[in-house]
């Protein structure tokens, strides 16, 4: 459990507190920055936050698992299993898509940040930690409910 909560409150704090991409263009008249991250647009306030909260949750439950380990179950252990696996997964989505539209739009410079890093590893690895967790509990006979 402290590896799960290390993780999931660095994630959550990394999504929040970063940039996730940014780019750059110049043509004959104009130049100009971009970052994208939860503060700066609406989309990134809307889409980051929750995945960013829902970090913060699994890092209060690891938290208090640690000091009273019944209320671990396998039950939840697979939920925050699949929700850690669910933010991986949609940031390398979100991922793909401004990669996608920064080929399309032909910007000159553009770069994913450490938010973007940080929730996709950060997702990968808390859903690590979570499924060794419930096979540790499947083998130690911990209630499934």
Do not use: C, H
């Amino acid at each position: 459990m402290m590896g799960a909560m290390i993780v999931t409150a660095l994630t959550g704090i990394l999504l929040i507190v970063d940039d996730f991409a940014g780019g750059y263009w110049r043509d004959s008249y104009t130049e100009g920055w971009f970052w994208l991250s939860a503060w700066n647009t609406i989309w990134g306030f809307i889409i980051l936050i929750p995945m960013a909260l829902a970090m913060f949750y699994m890092a209060y439950w690891s938290s208090s698992a640690m000091r009273d380990p019944s209320i671990i179950t396998i039950s939840q252990l697979k939920r925050f299993f699949m929700f850690s696996l669910a933010i991986g997964g949609f940031t390398l989505f979100l991922g793909i898509v401004f990669a996608a539209v920064m080929i399309i739009d032909d910007y000159n410079d553009w770069w994913f940040d450490v938010g973007f890093y940080g929730g996709l590893i950060g997702g990968f690895l808390a859903a690590l930690v979570f499924y060794q967790a419930m096979k540790q509990a499947e083998a130690l006979g911990i209630r499934t409910s």
